[in-house]
C-alpha cells in the first residue's frame, strides 16, 4: 500500500479524493498495489464528510508521517504551497500538484530539489487541467526540436470569447453569465486579463527550451478590450478571435505572448469553443499535434493530479528526469516580433490624408468591411514589427481596436 495525503480539500482537492477512492480498482492495477488517502489537510472542518475522519490542521503530521510517499498539492498559490512543497521534497517525499502558480515561478528550484532526494515534482494539472501536455512534452516527443507551442490555455476566456462570437453580446454581460455559472471567479482578473495563460505559456516554453523562463518577461494582453464590434468584422473575414499563448522558435530564439489572435478555420484551435482549450505543438520531424480536451474543472483537473500520483508511485526512490534547469533562458525581445494587425478607427470619410496616412504608416493594406458597421475604416497591415506598428500607430487618433491576425 502506497499512503498519499492531499494538501486543501477545495475544488481540486476533492476532486482527487474522488478520483481515488472512485477509480481505486482501477489505480491499484495499473499502480500494482493500493493507494490510499492517509490525510487530508485543511483549514476547515468537514461535518458529515468521511473526509473528517483523516482531516488534520497540522502540517507537520503529514510531514513526519514516514508512511506518506506521495502529497497531491491542491491548496493554490505561492505560499504555503511552496514551503510545504520544498520540504516534502527534501523529506523524499514526491508531490503532485495543479498549482501554475508554484509551478511557473518555482518550478525549475523544486524540480532540482526532487532529484536530488529521489523524489519527484510533476505537475501535469498545472497547464492544461485535464489535457496531458506535460508528460507528452518529457516524454513521447522527445525526438524532436519543438519550434512552436500556441494554445488556447484558459477555459473562462474562451467561454466569453465564444459567447460573444455566437450571440453578439458584450463582454461585461458575458462575463456576468460565466461568474453566475462558476466558469469565471468574483474576481475575474487574472483569467481576462491573461495572466493564467501567460504562466501556463511560461511553463511550456520553459519545458521545451529547458531553463527558466519567466512569466514577467513575457508580453501579455487580456480580452477585455474585445467588444461585440470586433466580432461583426471577424464574421465578415470568416473568422474568430480567441486569446493565445504563443512560443515560436526564430532564428534560435523563442518569442512569447500572450494576446487576443484572429485566426480563420484552417487553423485547429478555431474549433475550440466554450470551456474546452486546445494545444498545438509543432515538431521539426513529428510536424504538428494537438491535444484538446476540458482546461480547468473538479473531475479533469483531479484526474491529471492523480495520473501525476500513479506515476510517482510506480518510481518510488527513483527521480523521474525533467529537463528545466534554474539559468535564465533568453528569448526574444517582444519589440522585435512580427504580425499583422486588424486595425479598426473612426472613418473621416472622404479625407484624402487619411487615405495617404494609412499608406505611409502600413504600406498596402487590405481594407475590411462589416455588416451594419457603419463611420469605421477597418484593415489588415503587412506583417510588421511591434515596435514599428506601435510607433506608426500614434499618427493615428480615435483607434478603436487592435488585434493581431494570425493567417
Same mark, same amino acid.
Given at each position: ?17 474522488e ?10 492495477r ?12 485543511d483549514?476547515?472542518?468537514f461535518?458529515?464528510d ?8 497540522d502540517y507537520d ?19 504555503p ?6 520540504n516534502?521534497l ?6 503532485? =500538484? ?22 519527484n515534482?510533476l ?9 496531458p ?7 513521447c516527443i ?9 494554445g488556447?490555455?484558459?477555459? =473562462?476566456t ?8 455566437e ?9 456576468k ?12 482578473e ?5 495572466y ?19 512569466f ?45 489572435f ?29 491535444f484538446?480536451g ?18 510517482a508511485?510506480k ?20 519589440e ?6 486588424f ?18 504608416a ?10 451594419g458597421?457603419?463611420?469605421e ?7 510588421i ?5 506601435s ?17
Amino acid at each position: 500500500m502506497v499512503n498519499v495525503a492531499v494538501l486543501g480539500y477545495g475544488t481540486v482537492g476533492s476532486g482527487v479524493v474522488e478520483v481515488l477512492n472512485t477509480n481505486k480498482e482501477i489505480i491499484k492495477r495499473n499502480v500494482g498495489e493500493e493507494l490510499k488517502v492517509k490525510y487530508v489537510l485543511d483549514l476547515r472542518e468537514f461535518e458529515g464528510d468521511p473526509v473528517q475522519e483523516i482531516l488534520v490542521h497540522d502540517y507537520d503530521v503529514i510531514l513526519k508521517d514516514k508512511d506518506v510517499k506521495i502529497i497531491a498539492e491542491a491548496m493554490g498559490g505561492e505560499e504555503p504551497a511552496y514551503t510545504f512543497t520544498k520540504n516534502a521534497l527534501l523529506a523524499g517525499k514526491s508531490v503532485c =500538484t495543479s498549482n501554475k502558480e508554484l509551478v511557473a515561478k518555482h518550478g525549475a528550484e523544486l524540480l532540482e530539489v526532487a532529484k536530488a532526494n529521489n523524489a519527484n515534482y510533476l505537475f501535469e494539472a498545472s497547464v492544461g487541467g485535464g489535457i496531458p501536455i506535460i508528460r507528452p512534452l518529457n516524454d513521447c516527443i522527445t525526438a524532436d526540436e519543438i519550434t512552436e507551442i500556441s494554445g488556447i490555455l484558459n477555459g =473562462t476566456t474562451n467561454y466569453i470569447l465564444t459567447e460573444m462570437s455566437e450571440k453578439g453580446a458584450a463582454f461585461d454581460d458575458v462575463l456576468k453569465e460565466a461568474q453566475d455559472k462558476g466558469y469565471a471567479e468574483r474576481n475575474p482578473e487574472a483569467d481576462v486579463e491573461g495572466y493564467d495563460a501567460c504562466r501556463k505559456i511560461a511553463i511550456l516554453t520553459s519545458l521545451v527550451t529547458g531553463a527558466q523562463v519567466d512569466f514577467e518577461d513575457i508580453h501579455t494582453e487580456g480580452i477585455t478590450k474585445i467588444t461585440d464590434v470586433d466580432f461583426k468584422y471577424a464574421k465578415a473575414m470568416k473568422a474568430s478571435i480567441k486569446l493565445l499563448g504563443i512560443s515560436r522558435k526564430i532564428d534560435g530564439k523563442f518569442y512569447s505572448m500572450v494576446a487576443p489572435f484572429l485566426i480563420k478555420e484552417n487553423n485547429p484551435l478555431y474549433h475550440v469553443s466554450g470551456v474546452f482549450n486546445g494545444i498545438l505543438v509543432h515538431g521539426n520531424m513529428v510536424d504538428d499535434l494537438m491535444f484538446y480536451g476540458r482546461g480547468a474543472g473538479k473531475r479533469p483537473t483531479a484526474s491529471a493530479v492523480v495520473s501525476d500520483v500513479v506515476d510517482a508511485a510506480k518510481n518510488l526512490g527513483k527521480h523521474i528526469p525533467v529537463e528545466w534547469n534554474r539559468s535564465k533562458s533568453e528569448i526574444g525581445k517582444f519589440e522585435e516580433c512580427k504580425s499583422r494587425f486588424f486595425v479598426r478607427m473612426k472613418d473621416k470619410g472622404l479625407d484624402d490624408d487619411q487615405m495617404m496616412t494609412i499608406i505611409e504608416a502600413f504600406g498596402d493594406v487590405l481594407y475590411v468591411k462589416a455588416e451594419g458597421v457603419v463611420d469605421e475604416l477597418a484593415f489588415i497591415t503587412n506583417e510588421i514589427r511591434e515596435d514599428d506598428f506601435s510607433e506608426h500607430l500614434k499618427k493615428f487618433e480615435d483607434v478603436y481596436s487592435v488585434i493581431r491576425v494570425d493567417f
